[in-house]
């Protein structure tokens, strides 16, 4: 029985196979154990929006018997200090780190939604809040979507690309960076890099020029800076935007089209659309993709409950050994 | 044993008198059906405010053993975008048929509050928000108020009428009109109207001249200008606000009062008085009124837990056969 | 068996060393009663801010079985209107006393966080809001701090210094005043010197000049304006921020420095250092003293689950009997 201490990144997991196996169990059958988490609470904070990983994670500790208490940490509670020996006579009520002792006396499991906040590159890097959260818990601490990384999601996609996968062959997985019209984080960019080197794939990477990812995360990993020839005989398509890295939170001007058509999947292998959501439709992807029959995203979206489901359950056996 | 597919309007409810049964029936006891939603979940999504529909919905849902989502979509998840087509490069995240099939893979009855915006006619009569909800759920809907309709408030309105009314005639029912400071929709009103003409009683509208609801609703009942002369010998009245359908969200000068006060209480039959609340004292309706013991809307208020459970419970027959 | 009618101050607890004592052995043993509040529905309803006091009270409500709704009044349902016959022709769209009734009809326990709005003396002295709640609640009312009065903290208090005494003698227990930077409430050093009263304790409050608290509150209790000599040999030290009650509001100058430093910590009998959280670090006391080893902060937070569960459960006892 696989036991985990805590789970914000791949390293956490023992054996990815593993999880990705038990995960897919899961879905088979998410009800098979409604008592593990019986008398146990779970706390989910968020410090930033959510739509799927607020209720795929609520569902996931439901379907265990947890407790779930869910706090809009800005909103509900107090607006939070994150330096350390500050001096709190300004706009902050709290320090993170005695909500963090707090939620020690209070959960189980601790987890945390905390973006980067696109500010300082190095606070980002550093994962400023999530390293808080590693260094002041006391129980295990899930993150959903730090700074850096979004592992929970990066579970799930692997889970998809496994549903999806029936030849022996290794599949030619694409990341593509998409338009946008914001400085988005690359944490879903990372964090998919960082899984796809554990998994038995083909992982090319397209981006424009400017915008290639942390090398800790892409290490040897091939960074195309085209996409036409990134997406050739792709047989799955990870679409997904973010700033630049190097020139930190910068959007540097992109001459070439990067939206997702249904002219430019025709020149993959009938290759499988995916996304993290939310999308903006016809600025990252056209609807004729997002709506098409290569689309499997609502499917990614899905097994978000069972990624998490897989996590919450192996972090029990080690509450539990 | 009745099932429902959904409920929106009315026309959902196959036989009225028996779900009115059926909903007093779980008045007299909420506890008999706790294992009926056991491992299902119903996600409730409020585009808007509430607090009855809120509370009501969430304790009729865990009596039938329901796992409970509820999201405020707009603070707790992302700006959505309800254009079909729309290039997303604005202020917009996501697509509301992107979140509906999401809520699709985690839930197995989606409720949702989606007001009239107010904005533009056309949209708000074609039900521009929850027609998205009907056309892509592939789980079956529950209204919690959308732009033209408010189908639990109007069961609940029903019920209370009937636990009201114990005497061999048809009771007289007047919706009249009440002032208020701002464009309400015409949600209630309509509604009301579309189940009166269902229930066994003499229904009439009473509004100022400019006021008339929607013919689709209204049909042939009978219009009064004059509420003195509709509230005569009324064994009901159902006070509410609306603003002008044909001068869509305008208000047109009302020279008499409309409020109602005790003293045109004194020209009903004894009537007992309803409204779905929030009420604005002092403005619709008098604190005499409100505070009077003529009035049965705490009442009304009380059944909204039991018209929610009694649709639930008959949507679950479906999800369930 | 203890039973509760309502819980908004000290004079509700019949004994409050059998409180302290039942409190200390739900600690012990929070799931020995979690079938006390089966089919039963508490309320939790926020006017302001929250974060332990949402969490413990949801905890503590889940330990007992309870169904738990919880309600951000003012973001989530309508904004209130509190005044008496007030014409609702301006902002506010639900009078207090409506919401109140339907949270009757919708609840067995009502628990309400209503904070001192600071504006009206009078007003937050007679309780404006509570009072409310007292007067139309027809099922038992619990604060989650009022204007005045923090109950559910002072009995977590109260039980924390029980837990941390082991002499003979009665310990001394110091309730000091703290920097700030905005006015706050009271109510958390009022109904500390409440309990403080009732327990076997030498209890001194220290604060500067003009911001002694409502003589109601502090009796004949010794309040000295002088931090040194107060905090001399003191066992146990409260340290907590309030503004003038004389000048209500105010914020009248202090020229020595009342942060709780270690150095002062010094002067005591290795006292304990307590807070109710949050707390402004390095304002209202040190990095060193909140870290440091004499702190038992979080241990008040952590009793706080039992404080709530303690009372629920005899408000249960009530309910049920």
Same mark, same amino acid.
């Given at each position: 029985?696989?036991?985990?201490?805590?789970?914000?990144?791949?390293?956490?997991?023992?054996?990815?196979?593993?999880?990705?196996?038990?995960?897919?169990? /899961?879905?088979?059958?998410?009800?098979?154990?409604?008592?593990?988490? $019986?008398?146990?609470?779970?706390?989910?904070?968020?410090?930033?929006?959510?739509?799927?990983?607020? @209720?795929?994670? #609520?569902?996931?500790? #439901?379907?265990?018997?947890?407790?779930?208490?869910?706090?809009?940490?800005?909103?509900?509670?107090?607006?939070?200090?994150?330096?350390?020996?500050?001096?709190?006579?300004?706009?902050?009520?709290?320090?993170?780190?005695?909500?963090?002792?707090?939620?020690?006396?209070?959960?189980?499991?601790? %987890?945390?939604?905390?973006?980067?906040?696109?500010?300082?590159?190095?606070?980002?890097?550093?994962?400023?809040?999530?390293?808080?959260?590693?260094?002041?818990?006391?129980?295990?601490?899930? !993150?959903?979507?730090?700074?850096?990384?979004?592992?929970?999601?990066?579970? &799930?996609?692997?889970?998809?690309?496994?549903?999806?996968?029936?030849?022996?062959?290794?599949?030619?997985?694409? @990341?593509?960076?998409?338009?946008?019209?914001?400085?988005?984080? #690359? &944490?879903?960019?990372?964090?998919?890099?960082?899984?796809?080197?554990?998994?038995?794939?083909?992982?090319?990477?397209?981006?424009?020029?400017?915008?290639? @990812?942390?090398? $800790?995360?892409?290490?040897?990993?091939?960074?195309?800076?085209?996409?036409?020839?990134?997406?050739?005989?792709?047989?799955?398509?990870?679409?997904?935007?973010?700033?630049?890295?190097?020139?930190? %939170? %910068?959007?540097?001007?992109?001459?070439?089209?990067?939206?997702?058509?249904?002219?430019?999947?025709?020149?993959?292998?009938?290759?499988?659309?995916?996304?993290?959501?939310?999308?903006?439709?016809?600025?990252?992807?056209?609807?004729?993709?997002?709506?098409?029959?290569?689309?499997? /995203?609502?499917?990614?979206?899905?097994?978000?409950?069972?990624? %998490?489901?897989?996590?919450? !359950?192996?972090?029990?056996?080690?509450?539990?050994?």
């Amino acid at each position: 029985m696989h036991q985990m201490k805590k789970f914000t990144s791949v390293s956490d997991v023992k054996n990815l196979q593993e999880i990705i196996k038990k995960a897919l169990q /899961i879905k088979e059958n998410p009800h098979s154990e409604t008592q593990k988490g $019986k008398g146990k609470t779970i706390g989910l904070v968020f410090l930033n929006s959510s739509l799927r990983t607020r @209720l795929s994670s #609520q569902i996931a500790a #439901q379907n265990l018997g947890l407790n779930v208490l869910t706090l809009n940490a800005a909103q509900e509670a107090w607006n939070l200090e994150f330096a350390d020996g500050a001096i709190m006579n300004g706009d902050t009520v709290e320090h993170i780190k005695d909500a963090i002792e707090v939620l020690n006396q209070y959960c189980d499991i601790i %987890a945390v939604r905390c973006f980067a906040r696109m500010k300082s590159k190095e606070d980002d890097v550093n994962e400023s809040i999530l390293s808080q959260f590693e260094q002041h818990a006391k129980v295990p601490v899930v !993150s959903l979507e730090s700074a850096t990384r979004h592992p929970l999601q990066s579970l &799930a996609d692997s889970m998809t690309i496994t549903e999806n996968w029936r030849e022996d062959r290794k599949p030619k997985v694409v @990341l593509t960076w998409a338009p946008h019209i914001k400085p988005i984080s #690359q &944490a879903v960019g990372n964090s998919f890099t960082e899984w796809m080197q554990e998994m038995e794939v083909d992982f090319v990477i397209a981006n424009p020029e400017g915008y290639d @990812l942390d090398k $800790k995360f892409t290490k040897d990993i091939k960074v195309i800076h085209n996409q036409d020839e990134a997406l050739k005989d792709a047989d799955f398509i990870y679409v997904k935007n973010w700033s630049s890295f190097d020139e930190y %939170a %910068a959007m540097p001007e992109v001459k070439e089209n990067w939206m997702l058509t249904g002219e430019k999947l025709k020149t993959t292998n009938n290759g499988k659309v995916m996304h993290c959501l939310p999308v903006r439709r016809n600025v990252e992807l056209s609807d004729e993709v997002m709506d098409g029959e290569n689309s499997i /995203i609502y499917q990614q979206a899905k097994n978000r409950i069972f990624s %998490a489901q897989a996590v919450f !359950s192996e972090i029990l056996n080690e509450i539990n050994a």
